[in-house]
C-alpha cells in the first residue's frame, strides 16, 4: 500500500517537481515609448507601481486604496469607458494575500489595460459601481465566492450562493467536494436537522449512478413508474427511438443509387 502523505498545507507546496515540465511564463514587454500606452502610464503618474505590456495589452499594478481614483482617471481622462470584468485570486497561503484585477476596455482605440491591486485578509476594497454599473454583480460575486468585502457597495450580499451559505467556494482551502455543511444543506434546509438519519447526506460525487436514484433516470430500458417496488429487479423495456429527441444510430442506413 502507496505511504500516506499528509496534505497539510497543500497550497503553499510546489505544484511541480523537476520531474515535470513548467509552462513557460507569459513574456512581458516594456510600454513602448510615444504609444497609447504610455500616454496611460503619464496620466497615472506616480499611482502606478509597476507597469508592461503582457499578451497586447497594458497591465500595472497599484495601491489598493488607490482603486477607485486609478479607474476614474482610466474612465475620464483615458477613454477607458467599459469595465468588462473583475475578480480576485487567492494567494493567501503563498502570500497571505488577495490579488484583484480590474478588466477596462478602451472602444475607439480599441485598446485593454488590466489594472492589479493586492489586500490582505480581512480588509476591505472601495466599490467602483458609482464609474461602472456592471461592477455592481461582479463585485458581489467577488464578496460571495472569496468573502472580500467592498465598501460603498450598494447592496452587498451573496449573488449566486444562498445568504445562509458558510463559506466563500472560491477560495482554495475550500473542499472541492463540499464540507461537512455542504452535504447537509439541502436536508436541513427541507426537511430538518432531525430527518438527517433517514435521508443520510448528499452525494457530491458527480460519477456515481444509483440505481435507485428519484425518477430512475440511470436504468434506460429498465424503466419502472415512480415509487414501484423494485427489490426483485426491472423488468427490460424496449426503448422507443423519437425521429427529433433519441436517434437510434444502429438502425440499418440506406444506400443511395445515385448522389443528388
Same mark, same amino acid.
Given at each position: 500500500?502507496?505511504? #500516506?502523505?499528509?496534505? =497539510?498545507?497543500?497550497?503553499?507546496?510546489? &505544484?511541480?517537481?523537476?520531474?515535470?515540465?513548467? *509552462?513557460? /511564463? @507569459?513574456?512581458?514587454?516594456?510600454?513602448?515609448?510615444?504609444?497609447?500606452?504610455?500616454?496611460?502610464?503619464?496620466?497615472?503618474?506616480?499611482?502606478?507601481?509597476?507597469?508592461?505590456?503582457?499578451?497586447?495589452?497594458?497591465?500595472?499594478?497599484?495601491?489598493?486604496?488607490?482603486?477607485?481614483?486609478?479607474?476614474?482617471?482610466?474612465?475620464?481622462?483615458?477613454?477607458?469607458?467599459?469595465?468588462?470584468?473583475?475578480?480576485?485570486?487567492? #494567494?493567501?497561503?503563498? =502570500?497571505?494575500?488577495?490579488?484583484?484585477? &480590474?478588466?477596462?476596455?478602451?472602444?475607439?482605440? *480599441?485598446? /485593454? @489595460?488590466?489594472?492589479?491591486?493586492?489586500?490582505?485578509?480581512?480588509?476591505?476594497?472601495?466599490?467602483?459601481?458609482?464609474?461602472?454599473?456592471?461592477?455592481?454583480?461582479?463585485?458581489?460575486?467577488?464578496?460571495?465566492?472569496?468573502?472580500?468585502?467592498?465598501?460603498?457597495?450598494?447592496?452587498?450580499?451573496r449573488i449566486i450562493m444562498p445568504d445562509d451559505w458558510e463559506g466563500h467556494p472560491l477560495l482554495k482551502t475550500y473542499p472541492l467536494q463540499g464540507d461537512e455543511f455542504a452535504s447537509w444543506y439541502e436536508v436541513d434546509k427541507i426537511f430538518g436537522k432531525e430527518y438527517r438519519d433517514i435521508i443520510?447526506?448528499?452525494?457530491?460525487?458527480?460519477?456515481?449512478?444509483?440505481?435507485?436514484?428519484?425518477?430512475?433516470?440511470?436504468?434506460?430500458?429498465?424503466?419502472?413508474?415512480?415509487?414501484?417496488?423494485?427489490?426483485?429487479?426491472?423488468?427490460?423495456?424496449?426503448?422507443?427511438?423519437?425521429?427529433?429527441?433519441?436517434?437510434?444510430?444502429?438502425?440499418?442506413?440506406?444506400?443511395?443509387?445515385?448522389?443528388?
Open positions: 500500500m502507496r505511504k #500516506y502523505t499528509p496534505k =497539510d498545507n497543500v497550497q503553499g507546496k510546489s &505544484y511541480y517537481t523537476d520531474r515535470f515540465w513548467v *509552462a513557460p /511564463r @507569459v513574456p512581458r514587454e516594456a510600454v513602448e515609448e510615444g504609444s497609447h500606452f504610455e500616454a496611460v502610464v503619464n496620466a497615472l503618474g506616480s499611482q502606478v507601481k509597476e507597469s508592461y505590456i503582457e499578451v497586447g495589452q497594458l497591465v500595472f499594478h497599484i495601491d489598493a486604496s488607490e482603486n477607485f481614483a486609478v479607474i476614474k482617471t482610466l474612465r475620464d481622462e483615458c477613454g477607458y469607458k467599459q469595465c468588462s470584468e473583475q475578480s480576485a485570486v487567492d #494567494y493567501l497561503a503563498q =502570500d497571505g494575500e488577495f490579488e484583484l484585477f &480590474y478588466q477596462l476596455l478602451n472602444h475607439a482605440e *480599441a485598446k /485593454r @489595460v488590466r489594472v492589479v491591486c493586492r489586500i490582505k485578509k480581512g480588509e476591505a476594497i472601495e466599490s467602483i459601481v458609482p464609474l461602472f454599473k456592471s461592477a455592481n454583480f461582479a463585485e458581489r460575486e467577488m464578496y460571495d465566492m472569496f468573502g472580500i468585502k467592498v465598501n460603498n457597495h450598494p447592496f452587498l450580499k443520510g447526506p448528499e452525494n457530491r460525487d458527480p460519477a456515481k449512478v444509483d440505481r435507485y436514484d428519484t425518477k430512475r433516470f440511470s436504468r434506460v430500458g429498465y424503466e419502472v413508474p415512480f415509487g414501484a417496488d423494485i427489490s426483485e429487479g426491472e423488468k427490460e423495456q424496449a426503448i422507443k427511438y423519437s425521429e427529433t429527441i433519441l436517434v437510434n444510430y444502429n438502425a440499418g442506413t440506406k444506400q443511395l443509387d445515385e448522389r443528388k
